[in-house]
DNA sequence: ATGTATTTGCAAAAAAGTCGCAATTAGATT
DNA sequence: AATCTAATTGCGACTTTTTTGCAAATACAT
């Protein structure tokens, strides 16, 4: 995947560098993440070219912004990891990747009656995690 | 609505004052919005009293934030709104609520089988709509 | 009408994000 | 492999956004 994301900005005319490939990495590392903690993960790399690599990779469609628990969180999209959607429990805070065929043909369906052509969703869920139900 | 807003405030041992009433009321006047519109459109209440209310607000589980068009936006909860999700148009900026019953009970299905006890969740699609399309 | 804890507005501070620019570097060219 | 050049970096200064302390004001219970 490092190696499509290598390609990936170079098709758009920009170039691989130190900072952006530890940017890259440090998503890679998590599923969601914030920007204080990209901030506070790379270290390589200055906080300027960090809010670039973030801004850079908005644009090009390799991050995209979701918010989870009530916090803004940052993510790579499909085209970088397998699509997938969030359901975040209250309790415990934790965040849990859902992925699920049915829902995403209905959602298809209907979104192919709207009218409108479709080009990405997600789905954010909040809720109680079985562990923390017990209690 | 207003009434039950107010009721809600004071029911969590907090007052009634105009900055919450007219920040309140801004959420009522539009879908979805932010923090720069807010402070902008609220002219009888400070800044810090703005964000005060939006704190406190989220914490009351009066709003809550959602993504659309890759922009972090604020709007009112199913509890003071009525229940919907947003569909963006990529190209001319307009975000649409939609409403779909089919969509919500699949939803609801696929999180009874999860385990999870679901509590809210959110849709956010990215697309072409109708007119943008005839382009 | 009064008392009191909450909330406000203000101004100052902290945090988050942006920008200009000289030095550096990726990667195309020879 | 050495050279060239436009893109990118790191730095610091700057702007914007958000938070906070505090005296004055006010909602609302009594």
Redesign the interface.
Known sequence: MTEKFKQHLRNAGHKVTAPRLEVFCFFQKRDLTTVSALLSGCNRADRASIYRAIALF?KLGVI????SG???MIELTDSFTNHHHH?Y??KCGKSEA?A?R??ES??DM??RK?????????????????EC?DE
């Open positions: 908005r995209h912004d979701v918010v009530g916090k803004r359901i429990c209250l859902v699920n049915k829902l209905d959602l209907i979104l709207s009218g409108f052509r479709a080009v990405s969703h997600q789905i954010e869920i909040d809720a109680i995690c079985p139900q």
